[in-house]
């Protein structure tokens, strides 16, 4: 059965935050079950492993080569995108196609030299990509780049993995609203509840809202900053029964 | 005493490569000590930490952030700076200076987004720097960007840190050869002996030449790539007595 690995459910700072003593930060260093890395994931399936996203710096020394099938970009923001610098470089016996949002900038140097990586053509919003063992529909986010949600389909699950965002474009919210009940929303909640929201990401109260107009099976929250994190060791109780925060390590069948 | 520690010797494909199987790469996976991260050092001083580019993606972990005195970068590619993008994140007490060659473009959003970093106006060549323990004097190098090399003067020692480079400058060469007599030259060997050079770096052919211009009381090796270092398995017994290959975590006292 298809499985989701949360590679990393952590913010651009990840927690530990480099200097931090606040209480979360304290917490991660002392276990590293606490520890939050850059948002991300794996989906195994029986073909292989697809990334979702690659913010992770050590991905060469936990996935094979011959394993990875593909990556999935949510945008290029280098917390999402900057494990790919090292792994570009690997011994090419055949490419690894990357589908990405429409971003004509990219990261860096990675579409100039892009070594193992084989760029795809930006797929349309909306528009059902099939691969084995799954499908891929690309959902336009509202961030500070050109940023898509992923809808994957297995033959008995449907999961958004939304991030990074701050609510849901309109067409977004409607294209969910009209098809069957998402199991499970993968959403960005990168703050504790604020007066303003925090530009790009959703707080703890606009993550909610969210998952009240899609109603999903299941909510997971992740792309989790350390002030949130050390939020949720108080207060945690007022979250709705189907909400969960994720954490590095979960590991979900789909 | 100052002490120079190497946190990474190897190219930017590292050693070992993802998904190389040669006998470089294979030792690499089975004896970590022979695993050869990006291309970087801790200089230490009473002071603290003055770290020499920043291609390794665990600083957060090995160093505290009080630790941290500054950063010294040759060149903007990503295996000498992709470190940064996380650190940058770290709860912010006091700026760390960033001392950089003249490079408008930088790395990705690392100017517009520098967090806890500040950057510095470029050290015009040749000139020479004061810092606490240490001088520091910037030297043009040969490479696909704007590269500085590092001539680091401690009370007892001079030293050369000259990545990354094909060759050398004419007038970095003269510069070097009328200075009192170089006491460690840290020096770009990316590759093995080849016919005709790579581009960008020294193979072992060009980098001896270096070697014999500048006659060093020591010469170390480094920025090496997997080939390079399954090369060194058999036929390192012709280099010159005071060439050695540099390895990660070696540390020299200046
Ligand atoms: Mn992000
Ligand atoms: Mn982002
Ligand atoms: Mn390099
Ligand atoms: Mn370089
Ligand atoms: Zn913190
Ligand atoms: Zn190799």
Sequence with gaps: MPELEFLGTGDAGQVPRWGCDCGACQRARLDPARKRRPCSAALHTEEG???IDAGCTDLAERFAFDDIRRVLLTHFHMDH?????????????????????????????????????????????????QFPGFNLTPLPLLHSRPTQGLLIETPRTRLAWLTDTLGLPRVTQDFLQQQPRLDWLVLDCSEPPRQTPPRNHNDLTRALHTHHLLT????????????FDDWLESD????PATVSIA???LRISL
Tied chains: 1, 2.
Excluded: M, N
């Design 49 to 51: 492993t697809t990334l």
């Design 216 to 227: 999903p099976g299941r909510t997971l929250l992740t792309h989790i900053g350390h002030e």
């Design 247 to 249: 954490r590095d390590g």
């Design 81 to 129: 995108v900057q494990g790919l610098f090292h792994l570009r470089w690997g011994q090419c016996r055949s490419k690894i196609p990357v589908y990405r949002p429409d971003d004509p900038k990219g990261a860096d140097d990675l579409y100039r030299h892009p070594g193992v990586f084989e760029f795809q053509p930006p797929c349309p919003a909306f528009e059902r990509q």
């Design 236 to 239: 945690r109780g007022d979250l």
